[in-house]
């Protein structure tokens, strides 16, 4: 038996399963990776772009050990955004703990998987260029025109909730997802009610 109170074998598969809301269901995903040969399935009904209040993901991240495999379905059930997934695989391969999605040719325990994570991360860097490339263009043509006024400023009631978090233990981070707001607006809220 080793320190999880498992019989040792040469890998272990766990799934982790995720919906957005909870009128949604995981059965369908659960059925997935079960028939994908996981050990054991993580579920969890939570939206957001981050890893921010997902215990269930953190849970199943601290319980993977070298040589095991983490399967999800899709990519876009593990992260929802191309940073956190950077980070989730950054930290799987540190560890050396592989990752396979059954519906994507992703398995990082092959080369083709790898590649194929790699091309998604210069698809997306590309996309996010292009982004700004074209709101930088968009603002030049409206400043040209006279209709750019920038952001509207912030509402009072907006920059009070982030000065009372902040002074209430929550971190910039959770802050910044929970308000909805800019990391660097949340610095200069803070900076300016002195508490930076």
């Known amino acids: 038996m080793n320190i999880r109170g498992e019989q040792m074998t040469e890998h272990q598969r766990y799934g982790y399963a995720r919906v957005s809301t909870h009128d949604q269901h995981t059965t369908i995903q659960v059925e997935a990776l079960k028939a994908a040969g996981c050990h054991r399935v993580w579920e969890e009904k939570v939206s957001g772009t981050s890893r921010v209040s997902r215990a269930e993901l953190e849970s199943v991240l601290s319980y993977l050990r070298a040589g095991d495999t983490l399967v999800v379905t899709r990519i876009d059930r593990l992260a929802r955004s191309l940073k956190d997934l950077q980070d989730i695989i950054h930290e799987l391969k540190g560890r050396g703990v592989h990752l396979q999605a059954t519906e994507q040719p992703i398995d990082t325990s092959t080369a083709a998987g790898k590649a194929f994570l790699d091309m998604l991360g210069v698809f997306a860097e590309f996309e996010t260029n292009l982004r700004r490339e074209r709101q930088l263009d968009g603002i030049a043509m409206a400043k040209a025109a006279g209709k750019y006024k920038g952001k509207a400023p912030l509402k009072q009631e907006l920059k009070d909730l982030v000065i ?33």
């Not at 009372?164 to 800019?182: E, H, M, P, R, T």
């Open 164 to 196: 009372n978090l902040f002074k209430s233990g929550a971190k910039q981070v959770d802050i910044i997802n929970q308000v909805g707001i800019g990391r660097t607006s949340v610095h200069s809220i803070l900076k300016a009610a002195g508490l930076k």
